[in-house]
Antibody
Framework: QVQLVQSGAEVKKPGASVKVSCKAS????????MHWVRQAPGQRLEWMGW????????KYSQKFQGRVTITRDTSASTAYMELSGLRSEDTAVYYC???????????????WGQGTLVTVSS | DIQMTQSPSSLSASVGDRVTITCRAS??????LNWYQQKPGKAPKLLIY???SLQSGVPSRFSGSGSGTDFTLTISSLQPEDFAVYYC?????????FGGGTKVEIK
């Protein structure tokens, strides 16, 4: 069965960086994209960017451009999301989501990780 | 960016009720619209993709319709496990964007 298991909760100071991992199992890792979505407390879901797990190509939301880096390790079937220059507004639950090919058209997040709470506080 | 607006933001309903949630896009997105269900403290779950296709394993009481800018999620007979927040999402153009959510509460 498909599973996405994320790393544990993090507490960071403003200005620091955080790197969240997402280990995939139960499917061919390189056949799907991995997207990252976050949710601040009481807020709507917010898309951050994605990586083509096969070729490593990435695309980021303009909102996070320059601060977010998504990478993957195919040998470990793991995707990573690193966010730098943290500020209090980045306090949120961060999700990875397996995504079918075709975004910019028909695609869908069909499996999600359990979420990782990142708290930014001085 | 394409703005997604859901209505209502919340509703109260009883078990067995028919529930309809609407989602409007700020421009045409063809049928590139997904619906997700989220329960407290849990990750979202895909219900409907491409506006009207039911995700595998999702009960048939959930259905979706619409194209262009106006979309609807319908729950034909509300069950106790359906009380949750529902989000629409457009995948027509980057950045992918979500609606503000509709909270379905017990009356």
């Amino acid at each position: 069965q498909v599973q996405l298991v994320q790393s544990g909760a993090e507490v960071k100071k403003p200005g620091a960086s955080v790197k969240v991992s997402c280990k995939a199992s139960g499917y061919t890792f390189t056949s799907y994209a991995m997207h990252w979505v976050r949710q601040a407390p009481g807020q709507r879901l917010e898309w951050m960017g994605w990586i083509n797990a096969g070729n490593g190509n990435t695309k980021y939301s303009q909102k996070f451009q320059g601060r977010v880096t998504i990478t993957r390790d195919t040998s470990a079937s793991t995707a990573y999301m690193e966010l730098s220059g943290l500020r209090s507004e980045d306090t949120a639950v961060y999700y990875c989501a397996r995504t079918t090919p075709g975004c910019g058209g028909d695609c869908r997040h069909d499996y999600w990780g359990q979420g990782t709470l990142v708290t930014v506080s001085s | 960016d394409i703005q997604m607006t859901q209505s209502p933001s919340s509703l109260s309903a009883s078990v067995g009720d028919r529930v309809t949630i609407t989602c409007r896009a700020s421009q045409s997105i063809s049928s590139y619209l997904n619906w997700y269900q989220q329960k407290p403290g849990k990750a979202p779950k895909l219900l409907i993709y491409a506006a009207s296709s039911l995700q595998s394993g999702v009960p048939s009481r959930f259905s979706g319709s619409g194209s262009g800018t106006d979309f609807t999620l319908t729950i034909s007979s509300l069950q106790p496990e359906d009380f949750a927040v529902y989000y629409c999402q457009q995948t027509y153009r980057s950045p992918l964007t979500f609606g503000g959510g509709t909270k379905v509460e017990i009356k």
